[in-house]
């Protein structure tokens, strides 16, 4: 599949909805997140790489708010455990319609992969050995979000883990600004003008709403796991990991 530039916001906008993953996100999705997240190719490469270490045979591996699929790709061209199957589950239609395309052409795996459209919010986790919410959890509403984290954790086998990947806030004031500019300066140097930024900010500022690292850490303990850690960041983006 071709990647097609991102230009949903190159032009000045009457009106800026709130931001929702439709069909023309779905179309410029690859484009969008390789230029707006530093170093995102690198963090799902990894997650592959700790799926393949965590994946316990006979066990469910879900990617929550899985977008086009290319965590659960990831996933399954690393796992080698028999028995393990991938549950993608993403409440966009057209992504989850071009995340099946995507998945049909990836030929030679052999660890099946489930994609369901639906709201992660109702699928129920169990047996579970590995389960990522890559990017995802900040699109839910912060009441919900330890609710969510503790269901996830009592459907995830002993040894499992959780992989979560968040836009950060910072709660010191430089260490916000320092991280916001550098954030800046990368969209800048992929491509995006100033226009891009100002209309693709006011658009996610009421349905992405990032909180700090201790936060998701004191959250991750209270749900249930006996180990976090971040294993990865770049500027104002991070990855943990969740160990039961």
Known sequence: MTKKPDVIYAAPLNKIIDFTFDERVAEVFPDMIQRSVPGYAMMISTIGIMAARYAQPGSHCYDLGCSLGAVS??????????????????????????????????????????MICAD????????????????????????????????????????????????????????????????????????YSDLEISQKRTALEKVMIPETLACHQQRLQTAGFTFSTVWFQCCNFASLVAIK
């Open 120 to 191: 992660l919010r109702d699928i129920v986790i169990e047996n579970a050995s590995v389960v990522v919410l890559n990017f995802t959890l900040q699109f839910i509403p912060p009441v919900e979000r330890q609710r969510l984290l503790e269901r996830i954790c009592q459907g995830v086998n002993p040894g499992g883990i959780l992989i979560l990947s968040e836009k950060i806030a910072f709660t010191e004031p430089v260490k916000q600004q320092f991280h916001d500019q550098l954030h800046l300066d990368f969209k800048r140097a992929n491509g």
């Open 73 to 114: 790709l990831a996933m399954r061209q690393q796992i080698s455990q028999p028995d393990c199957d991938i549950v993608a589950v993403d409440n966009s239609l057209a992504m989850v319609e071009r995340g099946r395309e995507l998945l049909s052409r990836d030929q030679g795996a052999t660890v099946p992969v489930t």
